[in-house]
């Protein structure tokens, strides 16, 4: 198919899908002419994961790169699929990552059993939205902290029973998987919150 017969397949702008060529992320076509190309049904269905990922996961273009590159990975050479998918999506970096010294959050993960490291950008990033919280007047205490962690802990159960056995399909899953899925758990909160408090005022749901 043409880059206009593309476009129409997928509901993405001329304009957008070139931006993802110059980019590096949609493979450019097989050259039919000088200034033409065909395009296929894998390029179709790469440049929805494409939109996917921007539009509904919010990612920005960086981190698409980085998740795509793993995706097209071969053959992953890390064994902890789950530790690949985290670097693609918060950019960690592993053994050039720097270590930091054990702070307050640091303490609380290592209490509870969760396995960090050095640098660790997870850690980082729970750090840094923990004390934006405080900053914000939300006051999030370790005990509160550790019911939320006990709920998580419930999804990630549910989240690991669902990767494949196979390494390449595995990273796939858990890549795309842990971004599309933030706005499902995102919108079963709010839901989880209003049915809590309709319950806990003594009216019926579809009040």
Request: net charge negative; proline share 6%.
């Amino acid at each position: 198919m043409r880059i206009s017969e593309l476009s129409a397949t997928t509901d993405v702008p001329i304009g957008t899908i070139k931006y993802y060529l110059r980019e590096g992320l949609l493979p450019a076509g097989r050259r039919s002419s000088r200034t033409t190309a065909d395009y296929d049904d894998g390029h179709a269905e790469r440049l929805r994961l494409i939109r996917a990922l921007v539009q509904t996961g919010g990612l920005g273009i960086a981190a698409v790169r980085r998740v795509l590159a793993v995706i097209d990975d071969p053959d992953p050479q890390r064994l902890d699929v789950l530790s690949t998918a985290q670097d693609a999506l918060t950019g960690g970096g592993g053994e050039g990552a720097e270590a930091r010294p054990v702070d307050p959050v640091h303490a609380w993960v290592a209490a509870r059993g969760w396995p960090t490291g050095p640098g660790d950008p997870v850690l980082e990033q729970l750090g840094n939205a923990w004390a934006a919280c405080e900053a914000a007047g939300i006051h999030v205490d370790e005990a509160m902290m550790g019911d939320y962690a006990d709920a998580v802990e419930q999804v990630a159960r549910v989240d690991v029973a669902a990767v494949p056995q196979g390494a390449g399909d595995a990273v796939r899953r858990v890549v795309i998987g842990t971004i599309m899925m933030e706005p499902v758990l995102s919108a079963l909160r709010l839901l989880a919150q209003r049915h809590v408090s309709v319950r806990q005022a003594g009216k019926p749901d579809d009040d």
